[in-house]
C-alpha cells in the first residue's frame, strides 16, 4: 500500500511542478516553448497537466482561426487575394486606429475621475487588506497571496536567470528535451548554458523553490519581502544621503571661501575709508593753514604799503634839497628798502606761485563722493608797492594814460614781446631782493623809467583786454584772424581770472560758424596758448571754454569741441586724458551729425598715443567699432583709415581684433531669417540680409582688409625658425612673400612643426569663417561675395605665389568637395585634419559648396594673376569634362555650376577665358553641354557691353537656335530674350527680330509660347522698334483661329498673349501700332472666351474701351481720367461696369467692323495710368537701360 500512496504523492508533485512551468511560460510569454510543451505533454499522455495549454491555444480571441488558416494557405496565395487581404488589413488599421483615439480619450477622461477618487481608493483599499488579514477562508489568503506577490514588480534580470535556469533544468529532467531547446532558442538575452554563482544556484532548484513556497506562511513571505524591499530602499536613501552630504560639504567650503573674501575686501574698504578721512582732515588743516598764512601775508603787504607811503611823506625827493637831507633820505631809504625786501622774500616763500591769480588743484577721481578742491586765491602784487620812487605827478599820469590810449586807437600797441620784458623786470625786482637793492643804488632816472615802463605794460594789458570784447564783433569775419595775437597776449598776461574767462570765450567764439580753415586758425591759437600757460591753467581756463560747447546747436561748433580733446590733450595731465576727455569723445561719437562723428573717430586717434596705460582698451576697442559699423560711408572711411591703425598700434591687441572682427561679422548673418523654412533645404542654409546686417557685414570685410598688412607685418615678427637653418632660409624674414622652403620648413621637412600662431590664424580661423559666412549668402549678395573675393586676393598678393598655390588653393579645394586635387602636404600633420573638415558632409552641403564656395574659389584662387594660368584648365573641366563624364557628380549640378561662373563674370578680365570655353560647349556634340551654352550665355548678358554682344554672344546664341534639339532652341531663345531687355543698339534688335521669326517659322506651340515670353521680359527696356515688332507677331498670331487646338494649349497661348498686350500698354506706343495692331489682337483675344482667364479678360475690356474710342462715354471717361492725371480704371468705378453706376449697355463688347474707318484720337492716357493697369512690378521698379544703349 505505501507504494500507491508514494507514487501518488509524486504524481501530484509533478503535477504541481509542471503547472508552475506552465504559468511562469505564459506569463513571461515564452509561446513557442508553450506550444512545444503542449505537445510533449499530449505525447507523454499527461491530458490534465496540458488542459491549461490547450484551453490557451484554443482561445480564438488571441489566436483568430481565420488568421491560422490564412497562415497555413499563405504558400498557395495568389497576388490577387494577397491584395485583397492587404486592402482588408488597411480598412481594419483606420478601424483600429478610430477605435485608439477614442480609447485614448477614454482613458484620459477615466485618468481625470480616478484621480477625483483617488483618496477614496486608498481608504478602500486600507480596509480591504484589514479584512483579508483576519478571514481565515482558503480563497481570500490566496487572493491576499497573489496580491502580495503581484505587488513585487516586474522580475529583475538576475531572478529572470535563476528561474529560467531552474526552467530549463526541470525540463531537461522531466524528459522535454524538444521543449527545453525552444526554450534556449526563444530566450535569446540570456545564456542559460552558464549558470552563475549564487545562492539560487542549487540542484533541482524548481523543486526546492516549489517546496520552499509551501513551507513558508505568507505571512513571513511578505515580512521578507517588504525587509529586502526597506533594503534596497534604504541603500538608496543612504547614497542619496552620502551626495547631499558631499554636496553641503562643497557648498560649505564655497562658501566659507567666500566669506573670508568678503572679510578682507571689507578690512581693505575700511581701511580704504579711515586713509581717506585722515586725507580729508589733513586737506582742511592745509587749507585753514594756508588761508591763515594768505591772511599774515595780506596783512604785511598793507604795512608794508603804510610803511612805504610814510617814508615818501617824509622825505623830499626834488633835486633842491640839500646835500645832508639827501644823504640822510638815502640811508633811510635803504634801510626801509632791505626791510620791504625782506617781508617780500618772505612772502615768496610762503607764496611761489604768486605770478599765477587764480589755480585749481583737481583731486583723484578716486575720492568721488567728497569734494576736495584746494584753492590757491590771488596774491596781488601791488605795483604801486615799487613806486616809492616815482615822482610822477597826477597830471603826468594822466598824460601817459591818454598816450597808452591813443597809441591803442592808432593801432600802434607795444609788443608783446616788449610787455613781456617789462613784466618780467617787474617781477624781477620784487622776487631778487639784491637787484632790487642794486636798482635802488642805481641813478634814479633809470629806475624811474624800469617803473614807468612796468607800469606801462600793466595798463596796456588792462586796457587791451578791455577793448577786445568790444572790438572784435565789428571787425570783419574774414580779418578777425588778424586778431588772435592780441587776444593771446592778453589771456597769457592778464592777472585776473575773471578777464581772461572772457577773454578765452572770445577766442573760441571768434567766428559763429567757422569753416574748416578757421577752425584750424583757432585750435593753432588755442595750441599755442595751451603750450605757454602750462597744464594747470589749460585744464582750468582753456578746456572748459571748449567743453561747454559740446550741446552746441552749431555742429561746426561741436567739431571745434572734437578737436580741441584730440589737439589740447598733449597739454593736460596724464590722468585727465583717459578719463575726462575719453568720456568728452564717446558723447561726440553718439552725436546725431556725421561730421561730428567722423572729427570725433579722427581725434580720438589722436588721443590714444597719449594714454599713461590700456587701462580703457576695451572700451576704446567697443568705440572702434561704433564707428567702423557707422550708418555713415564718410565716419567708416575715417575709422579704417586712421582710428583702427591707432588702436592697433597703441593696443597692441591684434589678435583679440581679428577674432572679434571675424565673430561680428558671423553674428551679423547668423541672426537673420533663412529664405526658406524647410529643414534640409539649400534655402534654409542662407539668410536674408536686412539693410543694417548688409552694411555691418561689407565694412566689417573692409575693417579686415585694412587689417591685413598688420597681420602680415605680424607673421613676419614672429618667425618661429632658427638661424641656423641656412641663409636662404633666414632671409625669408626680410621678404614679404612666403617662399617654397619655408612652407616646408612649416610643413616639419627639417623639423617637428613650430607654433607660428598668426600664420596659423590665416588657414584654421580666417578661411573657414570666411567660407563659412559664404555659405550664408544667398546669390543676391554678390557685393559682398564681391568683398570677400578682393580680400582674399589682396592675401595672394601680399603673401606670394607659394602661398598661394600650396595654401589657399588646397583649402578651398576641400571646401567645395574637390578633394583630389588638393594637395595637403605642406601642412603640419596637426592641421590637416582640421583642414579636411570643410569638406561637405552630405548632399545638402556639396549643393550648397558649389553654390557659395565655387565662386570664391574660381575668381579669386584660379583668378589670382599669380594663379591665373590654372582656371581655364578648372573651368574646362567643370563644363566640359564632367558633362563628358556621367559618373561624376558635378554632372547633376548644372544650376549651382552656372551661378558660379556667372559671378566670375563680374570681373571682366575673366571674359576671354569664360568665352573660349563657351565655344568649345558651343560646338559640342553633347546636348546637355548645348543648353548649358544657352544657359551661360543668358545669365552673362547683364556683364558684357554692345561690342562683346555683337561680336561673341549673338553669333553664339545664333549657332544654338539652329540646332537640331528642341531644347537647345528653347535655351537660346530665352537667351535672345536677355539681350534685348538690355541692348537697344539697331544692329542687335535687327539680328534678333530676324532669329525670331526663324524660331516662328517653326509654328510649334512651343516655340511661340518662348518667344513671347523671353521677348516679353524685355518689353520695359527693350527699343521701341522691338515692341512693334512683338505687337504685330502678337496680332499675327492671334489673327490665326486656334479653336481646334487643345483647350490647355490655347488657355496658355492666350494667358501669354494678354501678359504681353497689358506690358505693351504700360509704354508708349504710336497711334498706329495702338489702331493696326493692340487693338485687332485683343479683338481676336476676346472672340475665344473660354482661354482667357477672367483677370486678363477683365483688363483686355478695359484696354480695348480706352483704345478704341469707340463711344462717346470711353471718350469722356479717358479724357477725364487723363486730365486728371487718374487711372482710368478708377474712372470706370464710376461708369457703366463700376460698382456705383451700373448701366444697361448690350454693346460693351461691340467693336468696330473693321480697324480702318477712322484714325484714333490723340492719345491722352498716361504712362503712370498704363502701369497702374499692367499691374507688372517690374514695370512700376523702373525702366533700367542696358549697358550701352546709345548703340
Not at 257 to 266: A, G, P, R
Not at 466 to 492: F, G, T
Amino acid at each position: 500500500m505505501g507504494d500507491p500512496a508514494t507514487k501518488r504523492a509524486m504524481d501530484v508533485d509533478r503535477s504541481s511542478l509542471c503547472n508552475c512551468v506552465v504559468n511562469f511560460l505564459l506569463q513571461e510569454n515564452y509561446l513557442l516553448t508553450a506550444f512545444e510543451l503542449l505537445h510533449e505533454l499530449l505525447e507523454d499522455g499527461r491530458h490534465d497537466q496540458a488542459i491549461r495549454l490547450r484551453d490557451f491555444f484554443a482561445d480564438s480571441s488571441l489566436f483568430p482561426p481565420d488568421q491560422i488558416s490564412r497562415f497555413n494557405a499563405l504558400r498557395d496565395a495568389d497576388p490577387q487575394s494577397m491584395l485583397e487581404e492587404k486592402v482588408m488589413v488597411e480598412e481594419k488599421l483606420s478601424v483600429t486606429e478610430y477605435e485608439l483615439r477614442l480609447a485614448q480619450e477614454d482613458l484620459s477622461r477615466l485618468k481625470e475621475e480616478f484621480a477625483k477618487q483617488k483618496q477614496f481608493s486608498r481608504d478602500e483599499f486600507s480596509g480591504s487588506t484589514s479584512d483579508l488579514s483576519v478571514s481565515d477562508d482558503p480563497t481570500k489568503q490566496q487572493n491576499k497571496r497573489q496580491f502580495s506577490y503581484v505587488s513585487l514588480g516586474p522580475l529583475k534580470d538576475t531572478e529572470r536567470m535563476d528561474i529560467n535556469c531552474a526552467v530549463k533544468e526541470y525540463l531537461l529532467f522531466a524528459g522535454y528535451r524538444l521543449t527545453a531547446m525552444t526554450f534556449l532558442e526563444e530566450v535569446t538575452d540570456q545564456n542559460l548554458d552558464v549558470w552563475p554563482q549564487s545562492s539560487a544556484c542549487v540542484s533541482d532548484a524548481l523543486r526546492r523553490y516549489y517546496y520552499q513556497y509551501l513551507s513558508s506562511s505568507s505571512e513571513a513571505a511578505e515580512e521578507k519581502i517588504s525587509l529586502l524591499q526597506e533594503n534596497e530602499q534604504l541603500k538608496k536613501d543612504n547614497k542619496r544621503l552620502i551626495d547631499e552630504k558631499e554636496s553641503m560639504r562643497k557648498n560649505k567650503e564655497v562658501t566659507d571661501n567666500h566669506i573670508v573674501t568678503l572679510t578682507k575686501s571689507l578690512e581693505i574698504a575700511h581701511k580704504d575709508l579711515k586713509d581717506k578721512e585722515n586725507l580729508v582732515q589733513d586737506l582742511k588743516q592745509s587749507v585753514d593753514l594756508q588761508r591763515k598764512q594768505l591772511n599774515d601775508c595780506r596783512a604785511e603787504i598793507t604795512a608794508l604799503k603804510m610803511h612805504i607811503e610814510g617814508a615818501q611823506a617824509s622825505r623830499g625827493w626834488t633835486v633842491r634839497e640839500n646835500e645832508n637831507t639827501k644823504t640822510s633820505y638815502s640811508g633811510n631809504s635803504k634801510e626801509a628798502n632791505k626791510s620791504s625786501c625782506s617781508e617780500l622774500e618772505e612772502l615768496k616763500n610762503v607764496d611761489s606761485i604768486s605770478r599765477i591769480p587764480e589755480a585749481t588743484i583737481f583731486v583723484s577721481e578716486d575720492a568721488q563722493t567728497e569734494e576736495k578742491v584746494v584753492e590757491i586765491n590771488q596774491v596781488a602784487v601791488v605795483s604801486n608797492s615799487v613806486e616809492s620812487t616815482s615822482t610822477k605827478s597826477d597830471e603826468n599820469g594822466h598824460q601817459t594814460s591818454e598816450n597808452v590810449k591813443h597809441h591803442v586807437t592808432d593801432s600802434t600797441i607795444v609788443s608783446c614781446n616788449d610787455i613781456a620784458e617789462y613784466q618780467d623786470d617787474a617781477y624781477s625786482l620784487i622776487s631778487d631782493p639784491q637787484s632790487q637793492n642794486e636798482v635802488s643804488n642805481q641813478n634814479p632816472g633809470s629806475l624811474k623809467r624800469e617803473r614807468t615802463a612796468e607800469k606801462m605794460a600793466m595798463e596796456t594789458i588792462q586796457i587791451l583786454s578791455d577793448a577786445l570784447p568790444k572790438i572784435v564783433p565789428y571787425v570783419l569775419i574774414s580779418y578777425r584772424e588778424e586778431l588772435l595775437p592780441l587776444i593771446m597776449c592778453a589771456i597769457e598776461r592778464h592777472p585776473d581770472s575773471t578777464v581772461r574767462d572772457s577773454l578765452t570765450h572770445t577766442l573760441f567764439n571768434l567766428i559763429k560758424k567757422p569753416d574748416e580753415q578757421q577752425r584750424r586758425i583757432i585750435m593753432d591759437a588755442c595750441v599755442s596758448l595751451a603750450r605757454n600757460i602750462g597744464q594747470m591753467r589749460t585744464e582750468t581756463e582753456l578746456l572748459p571754454q571748449c567743453w561747454e560747447q559740446i550741446n552746441h546747436k552749431y555742429e561746426v561748433r561741436r567739431i571745434l569741441v572734437a578737436q580741441s580733446c584730440g589737439e589740447l590733450a598733449e597739454f593736460v595731465r596724464p590722468e585727465i586724458r583717459d578719463s575726462l576727455i575719453l568720456s568728452i569723445i564717446q558723447q561726440l561719437i553718439e552725436d546725431s551729425a556725421t561730421i561730428v562723428r567722423e572729427a570725433a573717430a579722427h581725434n580720438l586717434a589722436l588721443l590714444l598715443p597719449l594714454f599713461p596705460n590700456l587701462d580703457k582698451y576695451f572700451k576704446v576697442e567697443e568705440l572702434m567699432f561704433q564707428l567702423v559699423c557707422d550708418p555713415s560711408g564718410a565716419v567708416v572711411d575715417t575709422s579704417i583709415k586712421e582710428l583702427i591703425p591707432a588702436v592697433i598700434n597703441w593696443g597692441g591687441k591684434l589678435d583679440h581684433v581679428l577674432r572679434v572682427v571675424l565673430s561680428h561679422i558671423l553674428s551679423s548673418a547668423q541672426r537673420c531669417p533663412p529664405v526658406s523654412g524647410v529643414e534640409g533645404s539649400v534655402d534654409s542654409h542662407l539668410r536674408v540680409l536686412g539693410e543694417r546686417e548688409r552694411w555691418n557685414i561689407d565694412v566689417l570685410l573692409r575693417m579686415l582688409k585694412g587689417l591685413l598688412p598688420f597681420v602680415h607685418q605680424k607673421i613676419i615678427e614672429t618667425y618661429p625658425f632658427s638661424p641656423a637653418l641656412g641663409s636662404s632660409i633666414t632671409s625669408e624674414k626680410q621678404n614679404s612673400s612666403i617662399s617654397l622652403s619655408l612652407l616646408q620648413l612649416y610643413a616639419g621637412g627639417h623639423t617637428t612643426h613650430t607654433i607660428w600662431p598668426m600664420f596659423d590664424w590665416m588657414h584654421t580661423d580666417c578661411f573657414p569663417d570666411l567660407i563659412q559666412l559664404s555659405c550664408l549668402l544667398s546669390n543676391k549678395e554678390d557685393n559682398l561675395r564681391a568683398r570677400i573675393t578682393n580680400y582674399l586676393l589682396d592675401v595672394a598678393e601680399l603673401f606670394g605665389e607659394q602661398y598661394l598655390t600650396h595654401i589657399m588653393y588646397p583649402v578651398f579645394l576641400v571646401a567645395v568637395g574637390d578633394t583630389e586635387s588638393a594637395d595637403l602636404s605642406f601642412f603640419p600633420l596637426t592641421m590637416k585634419a582640421r583642414i579636411k573638415a570643410l569638406r561637405p558632409k552630405n548632399p545638402v552641403a556639396e549643393k550648397l559648396s558649389l553654390l557659395c564656395i565655387l565662386p570664391l574659389l574660381l575668381s579669386a584662387i584660379l583668378g589670382a594673376p599669380a594663379n591665373r594660368e590654372k582656371l581655364p584648365d578648372y573651368l574646362r573641366k567643370l563644363l566640359v569634362q564632367n558633362n563628358n563624364n556621367e559618373s561624376s557628380w558635378f554632372v547633376h549640378r548644372n544650376a549651382e555650376l552656372i551661378e558660379a561662373v556667372r559671378f566670375l563674370c563680374i570681373f571682366e578680365e575673366h571674359h576671354g577665358v569664360i568665352f573660349n570655353i563657351l565655344w568649345e560647349m558651343v560646338v559640342s556634340a553633347n546636348v546637355n553641354m548645348k543648353t548649358n551654352a544657352a544657359l551661360l550665355l543668358k545669365v552673362l548678358v547683364p556683364y558684357i557691353d554692345v561690342k562683346v554682344a555683337s561680336t561673341h554672344v549673338l553669333p553664339a546664341l545664333v549657332t544654338l537656335g539652329s540646332d537640331a534639339n528642341t531644347n537647345v532652341k528653347y535655351a537660346s531663345i530665352e537667351a535672345f530674350g536677355a539681350v534685348a531687355q538690355h541692348f537697344k543698339n539697331d544692329t542687335i534688335v535687327d539680328k534678333i527680330r530676324i532669329q525670331m521669326d526663324t524660331f516662328l517659322e517653326d509654328g510649334s506651340h512651343e516655340a511661340i509660347v518662348t518667344v513671347v515670353r523671353a521677348l516679353l521680359v524685355a518689353v520695359p527696356h527693350t527699343a521701341d522698334r522691338l515692341r512693334e515688332y512683338l505687337l504685330s507677331k502678337i496680332f499675327q498670331l492671334t489673327s490665326v483661329s486656334s479653336n481646334g487646338n487643345d483647350i490647355t494649349c490655347r488657355h496658355e497661348k492666350a494667358n501669354v498673349f494678354c501678359e504681353a498686350i497689358r506690358a505693351l500698354d504700360a509704354t508708349d506706343l504710336s497711334s498706329t501700332s495702338i489702331h493696326d495692331f493692340l487693338v485687332p489682337a485683343i479683338q481676336n483675344l476676346l472672340k475665344d472666351v473660354d482661354a482667357l482667364d477672367p483677370a486678363h479678360k477683365e483688363a483686355l475690356e478695359i484696354i480695348l474701351k480706352e483704345r478704341s474710342a469707340g463711344t462717346f462715354e470711353s471718350i469722356s471717361n479717358k479724357v477725364m481720367g487723363g486730365n486728371l492725371g487718374i487711372a482710368s480704371t478708377v474712372s470706370n468705378f464710376f461708369g457703366e461696369s463700376g460698382l456705383l453706376g451700373k448701366k444697361e449697355s448690350s454693346d460693351l463688347h461691340e467693336t468696330p467692323a473693321s480697324p480702318k474707318p477712322t484714325p484714333p484720337p490723340v492719345q491722352q492716357d498716361t504712362r503712370f495710368q498704363r502701369m497702374m493697369r499692367g499691374g507688372f512690378s517690374e514695370i512700376l521698379r523702373g525702366k533700367t537701360k542696358g549697358p550701352d544703349e546709345t548703340g
